[in-house]
């Protein structure tokens, strides 16, 4: 009896080790696996909830990043207990269903690491600086108006300078904020006609990130000199720190007045207005001049530049005067040169020569008898301003060729070329003569010299 007490006692210990070895094959094979995929990175299913959900195909590879709004809550992360989510639930139910759509169980990712991504600030410190130049014609009216068009808007007039000379120019310097700095620089620019306008923009941060680090550096470097000069007790230790206290507290101010300045330049931008008087151009005058010839009865003006006849003829001198310049003109008056065409008396034939305007014409003609050929040169002068003080002038030539036929001389023009040799000849022997008469004292001792030859000669004939 004992004995079959004990084989079911050792067939019971033996079947209890198969099962108890049986369930820890069964979990190592689980934790296994498990390590596996976590070292693959594909796991078989994310649990969530009671739920196993499938992984998405696009999730296979490496996780990928979900940046979430401030406030936002990850399902898939554990709650913060130092986070109070209470309000959430209502704080989402305000949110309209097409603003935000819930994100289905389906697509929840364990693989997704949240960041938490604030909005960007870009606190930078910029120094806005415009010139804007206008030209009105009334400068006070364009400065009243200029001054409250800056009011309106909040600034300030910091400057001014007005010239009351030939040309009254003011000059007003302005600040303003910087976010109407473009809505004053428009309103300006409608008080007149731009001349000239710049904008300048620079960005002064790593400046005044500067300054700042320098201005700890001297106050910690101040106190710890007047917290040596609180514990000295030498003379001489004691000037030197009061010296070198000094010295770092000039550089200390030194130092603020330039973060100051850099301060006040950034929280109020600058603009330089120059109002100036609107002038008219001075006028410029200018006329254009076209002589031209025609044969008497055959046409009318305009005629030829360059005229050729037979014989003594009758012409028609013609002359255009255009007003080619900005201005307009009055008295014009004509005068002519060139042989036997001096002082031509012209009229008028088109146009009013007491009052040209910009572009119109003026035709002068007169008429005259051609005997020989010659080139005339027309000139016309006109004035312009309200005193007529003012001259502008002109000039044009035409060329008049004149063919005689050729003839026989007869008796009249045989004797007079044979007179006009002959004066010809006395003319040449006069001139010969008033050549040689400054040289004629030579004669007197060219006449001793041959008197003298002569006798010397003479007295030796006998001896002979």
């Given amino acids: 009896m004992s004995r079959r007490k004990k084989v079911s006692s050792l067939i019971i210990a033996i079947a209890l080790t198969f099962m108890l070895l049986a369930v820890a094959c069964s979990g190592g094979g689980s934790d296994e696996n498990s390590m596996a995929d976590e070292m693959r990175g594909e796991p078989d299913g994310v649990a969530v909830g009671d739920d196993l959900v499938e992984e998405h195909p696009r999730n296979l590879g490496e996780p990928e990043l979900a940046i979430a709004e401030p406030g936002s809550v990850n399902p898939s992360l554990p709650p913060d207990p130092s986070v109070d989510n209470s309000n959430l639930e209502d704080e989402t139910q305000d949110v309209s269903k097409d603003e935000v759509e819930p994100p289905a169980k389906e697509d929840i ?3 997704v690491v949240v960041i938490d991504v604030k909005p960007l600030n870009l606190n930078r410190d910029i120094i806005k600086t415009g010139t ?3 030209e009105v014609d009334d400068v006070l009216t364009a400065s009243a108006e200029a001054e409250a068009a800056i009011e309106a808007l909040g600034g300030a007039v910091f400057g001014q300078h007005t010239v009351a000379h030939e040309t009254a120019t003011t000059v007003f310097t302005f600040k303003v904020l910087p976010e109407d700095f473009g809505k004053a620089q428009t309103a300006l620019a409608q008080l007149g006609d731009v001349v000239e306008r710049t904008v300048s923009v620079q960005d002064v941060t790593d400046r005044v990130v500067d300054l700042e680090s320098q201005i700890a ?3 910690a470097s101040v106190a710890r000199l007047r917290a040596l000069l609180a514990k000295a007790t030498d003379l001489n230790t004691i000037v030197q720190l009061e010296q070198q206290l000094l010295a770092r507290e000039t550089t200390l101010e030194t130092l603020r007045g330039q973060l ?4 006040d330049q950034v929280a109020l ?3 330089v207005l120059t109002i100036t008087e609107a002038i008219e151009p001075a006028p410029m005058p200018a006329i254009q001049i076209v002589a031209t010839a025609v044969a008497d009865g055959t046409t009318v003006c305009p005629g030829e530049e360059s005229l050729s006849l037979s014989g003594d003829t009758d012409i028609m001198v013609c002359i255009e005067v255009t007003n080619t310049g900005d201005t307009t003109l009055s008295g014009l008056e004509v005068s002519t040169t060139g042989g036997d065409l001096d002082a031509l008396v012209f009229e008028v034939v088109s146009g009013d020569e007491t009052k040209v305007e910009p572009t119109d014409k003026v035709v002068f003609a007169a008429t005259t008898e051609v005997t020989e050929s010659a080139l005339l040169t027309a000139s016309v002068v006109a004035t312009y301003g309200d005193e007529d ?3 502008v002038n002109g000039r044009s030539s035409v060329n008049i060729d004149v063919d005689r036929p050729s003839t026989l001389p007869g008796f009249a023009d045989a004797f007079g070329r044979g007179s006009d040799a002959v004066v010809s000849i006395f003319g ?16 007197v001792p060219a006449a001793v010299v041959w008197a003298f030859r002569r006798r010397k000669g003479g007295l030796e004939a006998p001896a002979a």
């Fill in 260 to 263: 100051r300045t850099l301060d």
């Fill in 109 to 111: 990712d364990t693989n």
């Fill in 389 to 391: 003080t003012e001259i």
């Fill in 217 to 219: 550096t001297s106050e």
């Fill in 132 to 134: 804007m130049t206008i």
């Fill in 428 to 443: 040449v022997a006069l001139i010969a003569i008033g050549v040689l008469l400054p040289f004629s004292w030579l004669l």
């Fill in 269 to 271: 931008s600058t603009i």
